[in-house]
């Protein structure tokens, strides 16, 4: 087999988080008075909270303090997470979830490797909590993507060297962290064209071609 284990990101590749991003972010903009609409949103796939704070706050005429920021970023999340709410196994779709049992038939090991600090709760409500052989995602990194840590942590996690690895991203800067650290990356959806990606996928399912 091409590879022994897959690390896939969990925002925009297992499950589609965007709009809750969207709308709980918009929303904090609005009340600031700063501009934001979905081409910006989109500036912010795979980076961490505080980062993509700081992309919104370009468009701000004030300046603010590192407190006010942390409450930003706190009141955000607080709404992000009130959305995920409506997040249930329904959201996990019949492809994906196909797909990633017949990977583990086939004996690979399955990681996250994600920037969000709300991956153990995505995971449980789409029914995943307890399915990947190993989870690391923004709770236990100190550099977010493009940084190569998450996907770094998860492969040692599952025992594996980069090199039997291939990551799996919707961001660009999830590509440049999964090139940076030295894996294969397969990409998909807003990143599809990057070039530096091995792969490019059309649909989740392309991964069983790959991967065999
Ligand atoms: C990434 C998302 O997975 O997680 C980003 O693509 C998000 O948009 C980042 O900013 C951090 O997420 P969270 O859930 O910790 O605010
Ligand atoms: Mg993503």
Redesign the pocket.
């Known amino acids: 087999m091409r590879y022994q284990g897959i690390i896939f990101?969990?925002?925009?590749v297992i499950c589609s988080?965007?709009e809750y991003?969207y709308q709980a972010w918009k929303a904090l903009s609005d009340r600031l008075g700063i501009p934001f609409d979905r081409e910006r949103?989109n500036l912010?796939?795979?980076?961490?909270?505080m980062?993509?704070l700081s992309i919104i706050l370009e468009k701000s005429e004030k300046t603010y303090t590192a407190e006010e920021k942390a409450a930003f970023?706190d009141e955000?999340?607080e709404l992000?997470r009130k959305l995920l709410c409506q997040m249930s196994t329904a959201d996990l779709s019949a492809e994906v979830r196909a797909t990633l049992e017949a990977l583990r038939g086939r004996g690979l090991k399955l990681a996250i490797g994600?920037?969000?600090?709300?991956?153990p709760f995505?995971l449980e409500r789409i029914g995943l909590a307890d399915f990947f052989d190993a989870v690391a995602?923004?709770?236990c990194i100190t550099h977010?993507?493009p940084h190569p840590e998450v996907f770094l942590k998860a492969a040692d996690m599952i025992s594996l060297s980069p090199s039997h690895c291939l990551v799996v991203e919707?961001?660009h800067?999830?590509v440049e962290a999964a090139c940076a650290g030295g894996f294969d990356c397969a990409a998909m959806g807003d990143a599809r064209e990057d070039a530096r990606a091995r792969w490019h996928l059309n649909t989740f399912a392309d991964l069983l071609t790959i991967a065999e």
């Open positions: 990101d969990l925002d925009g988080t965007d991003h949103n912010l796939r795979g980076v961490s909270r980062e993509s970023t955000k999340n992000y994600s920037s969000s600090r709300n991956t995505i995602d923004g709770n977010s993507k919707d961001a800067a999830g």
